[in-house]
């Protein structure tokens, strides 16, 4: 069965440092999305991106975070300069339809998540 | 934020029916209710949708009211590997992205 495949499993960085979360997405999937879950907390939509562009991003998505797609087959978060408080799991997700045009089957594939610790 | 009400937890006995409710009193005419879970810290994982009509499928039952102000979650027989923490979550209707908003959910804990 196909899976939205991400990578690293866990990084340990430190604070002021640049990171870069990637995502292999479904590969007929459209959308693609970044969530990130606080230990403890609720899980929080950050971006979603959909033709090679930003479709919305949270609040929390600010100037430290950006998306990329490199390649056909990437989907990259990075934080240029993290903080203590980035610390959390990072799910990347994607969909193959856009629910507000087809009403399809409004499932998000997950990944299994990269847990990044801030120190 | 979630315009999903959820208990904060419950309890099920393995191999009987879990059955999770949830309110969306605000739900608009067009949105859908969405139920994913999430295991220990994995990825959440769909389980099913419905717009008005109750939906079923290989993994649980959705029950929506006629009024679309509630719906329940019916995990028919509940196994060991279904203790997971539940989301009930109302599409907001956007631009165009599937962007889902995730509460607080229902820690379902399923006791041998």
């Known amino acids: 069965e196909p899976e939205v495949t991400q990578t690293p499993s866990h990084q340990v960085t430190q604070m002021g440092q640049e990171v870069i979360l990637r995502c292999v997405p479904i590969?007929?999937?459209?959308?693609f999305y970044w969530y990130r879950q606080i230990l403890g907390q609720k899980v929080e939509f950050l971006v979603s991106?959909?033709?090679?562009?930003?479709?919305?991003k949270s609040e929390i998505f600010d100037d430290q975070f950006s998306v990329e797609r490199p390649d056909g087959s990437n989907f990259t978060l990075k934080i240029r300069s993290t903080k203590l408080e980035d610390s959390a799991m990072y799910f990347c997700?994607?969909?193959?339809?856009?629910?507000?045009?087809?009403f399809g089957s409004g499932e998000l594939f997950f990944g299994e998540g990269s847990r990044l610790t801030v120190l | 934020d979630a315009k999903t009400t959820q208990p904060t937890s419950m309890d099920c006995a393995e191999g009987r029916a879990a059955n999770l409710p949830c309110n969306h009193s605000?739900?608009?005419?067009?949105?859908?209710v969405y139920w994913y879970r999430q295991i220990h810290s994995q990825g959440p994982q769909y389980i099913i949708h419905g717009l008005k009509n109750n939906e079923t499928n290989e993994m649980a039952s959705l029950i929506i009211t006629e009024d679309r102000k509630s719906s329940t979650l019916i995990l028919p027989h509940a196994t060991l590997r279904d203790t997971a923490v539940y989301y009930c979550?109302?599409?907001?209707?956007?631009?165009?992205?599937?962007?889902?908003?995730f509460g607080t959910g229902t820690r379902l804990t399923v006791i041998p």
């Open positions: 979550i109302v599409r907001v209707a956007g631009t165009g992205a599937n962007n889902l908003f």
């Open positions: 997700a994607s969909t193959p339809a856009s629910l507000t045009a087809s």
């Open positions: 590969s007929n999937h459209l959308y």
């Open positions: 605000t739900i608009s005419g067009n949105e859908y």
């Open positions: 991106f959909y033709n090679n562009e930003i479709s919305e």
